[in-house]
């Protein structure tokens, strides 16, 4: 992989985002699992959507050096309704990578641990479907330790949180 910059996405990348999600989906009905492909995703969370979290400046890409193709994308928060509790964290949503851009993911997590850093809060926090095994697992041996379970709507979600150095 060529080396990589995580920055803020502008507004005019919000199709970007779209088209990792869709391809994405895609990836989900073909490997059997269950999640955004079994909801309503891109109509819950459509492209003006991705485009107002850009303007709010919480929208961030992990882009190619070489050629600025953005290989992974996801909102970087510091509230989510989701948690019971309002402990001051960097709450990240919509984590989407490219589908053959494999380690991209959690590059961008190591990324978002710096932004926390950055602005002195000391847990990252997420959540993923409570029926994917192998997201739940992945988030795990990043050091994602459950937290909790919530639910929205159809959607019900393990809280995952790892807190950083």
Not at 128 to 136: A, E, L, Q, T, W
């Amino acid at each position: 992989m060529d080396n990589c910059i995580f920055r803020a996405m502008g507004p005019e990348e919000a199709p970007r985002m779209i088209e990792l999600v869709r391809e994405r989906i895609a990836w989900m009905d073909r490997e059997g699992l269950q999640s955004w492909n079994t909801s309503d995703y891109l109509e819950i969370y459509p492209q003006d959507y991705y485009e107002e979290r850009a303007r709010e400046g919480v929208l961030f890409a992990l882009a190619r050096a070489s050629d600025g193709k953005i290989l992974c994308a996801g909102a970087l928060l510091e509230t989510d309704e989701r948690w019971p509790d309002s402990l001051p964290a960097v709450y990240v949503h919509h984590l989407v990578s490219a589908v053959d851009e494999r380690g991209t993911g959690a590059l961008f997590l190591a990324q978002a641990e710096d932004h926390a850093r950055r602005r002195g809060l000391d847990r990252l926090r997420l959540d993923c479907y409570v029926g994917n095994r192998g997201i739940n697992a992945y988030y795990e041996a990043l050091g994602f330790l459950p937290a909790g379970t919530c639910t929205d709507g159809p959607y019900k979600g393990i809280l995952r949180e790892k807190k950083i150095d």
